[in-house]
């Protein structure tokens, strides 16, 4: 069992940053893959980033290539995702996920999300 809980939303002005993290409970945090995903009003949860158990391997949406970074600090069993350039279309709740691989699936394990909202 792998409980998740993000923190670090917030609002911000568009070129902002933000730092978004997400502490895992649960001794296996390091064997999961890690995701970011976010849901904008009215739209569907869409992926952001995500990354390997080892930190070695990530990718990232094509709306967010070069503006954000996901990292991880398995010591700590926490997942970053590091937000710059901010852009008011980034407005969303963001949710961290843990899965057994890159195919992230409605029974992983989910956060509750935090909100971010970018001000133009």
């Known amino acids: 069992q792998v409980q998740l809980v993000e923190s670090g939303g917030g609002l911000v002005q568009a070129g902002g940053s933000l730092r978004l993290s997400c502490a895992a409970s649960?001794?296996?945090?390091?064997?999961?893959?890690m995701g970011w995903f976010r849901q904008a009003p009215g739209k569907e949860r869409e992926s952001v980033a995500g990354i390997d158990w080892s930190g070695g391997s990530t990718y990232y949406a094509n709306s967010v290539k070069g503006r954000f970074t996901i990292s991880r600090d398995n010591a700590k069993n926490t997942v970053y995702l590091q937000m710059n350039s901010l852009k008011p279309e980034d407005t969303a709740v963001y949710y961290c996920a843990a899965s057994t691989g890159f195919l992230f699936k409605k029974d992983d394990y989910w956060g509750q999300g935090t909100q971010v909202t970018v001000s133009s």
């Open positions: 649960g001794r296996t945090f390091s064997t999961y893959v």
